[in-house]
């Protein structure tokens, strides 16, 4: 069998905790890049709760960025340390810098959403990844952003779970739609899935919300596919206040 074109690959090494793991949310970006003729290869290292400090101290992250050559590497941090530490937080970040980019990959910061009971929280959360990722060029995939434009509009589906912190798959399958508008520049707008637990009214209303936020950030024009983004996607940045 044929090698994928390079023109249709991207090799994602995802590292974060149940945020990332919760209704495997790397395969849901990789069902919606293969309905659109698209390959994600890709590969988690998550540990529940794990803030980005100890899963560097513990070494199998950059062990992995090392070894393997992914054309991004996703970094998720401890859900409510942005608020309590952003300090902290951006030190924890720091630390995979030069590994990521000595490797020839991309950092992309995968921005969470506040917790249910803490809407007022997501400012916090938004402009403690954007720093960061002013500071080391990053791209940001805004999917915190994604979940409080639709919670401004929308009951249903639920995107919080009933502990109010976890994503249901709504919520997962709302940031499977941010990442691959982000990482593929294209809108998941029209892509089909069938879910279980997901109406198809339920996925185009997820699918056009995640497209809105995502066509409102200003980014470099982009063109062609994977190649091209490598070169041109960097740091995202919302257009205006949301």
Request: with cysteine.
């Amino acid at each position: 069998m044929a090698e994928p074109s390079r023109e249709t690959l991207l090799k994602v090494l995802f590292i974060g905790n149940s945020f990332t793991a919760r209704n495997n949310l790397p395969n849901l970006i990789a069902q919606l890049a293969e309905a659109r003729g698209l390959i994600l290869q890709h590969h988690l290292i998550s540990a529940g709760g794990a803030s980005l400090r100890m899963h560097w101290n513990k070494g199998d992250a950059k062990k992995a960025i090392l070894e393997t050559g992914y054309d991004y590497v996703v970094l998720q941090e401890q859900s409510t340390l942005p608020v309590k530490n952003p300090v902290r937080m951006h030190e924890n970040i720091r630390l995979f810098d030069d590994a990521i980019k000595g490797s020839g990959a991309k950092i992309a910061l995968y921005l969470t959403w506040a917790r249910k009971n803490a809407p007022a929280t997501q400012s916090a959360i938004t402009e403690a990844y954007s720093a960061v990722g002013r500071e080391l060029g990053a791209t940001i995939v805004p999917a915190g952003i994604a979940w409080e434009t639709f919670l401004r509009k929308h009951k249903q589906p639920e995107l919080h779970d009933q502990d109010q912190s976890h994503p249901t798959l709504a919520g997962s399958y709302l940031a499977a739609c941010v990442f691959f508008a982000v990482l593929f520049g294209q809108s998941p707008v029209g892509v089909e899935n069938n879910l279980k637990g997901l109406t198809p009214a339920d996925i185009e209303l997820l699918q056009k919300t995640a497209w809105g936020v995502c066509a409102n950030w200003n980014q470099p024009k982009v063109g062609g596919l994977i190649g091209s983004l490598q070169e041109k996607t960097a740091f995202w940045t919302p257009k205006h206040s949301v």
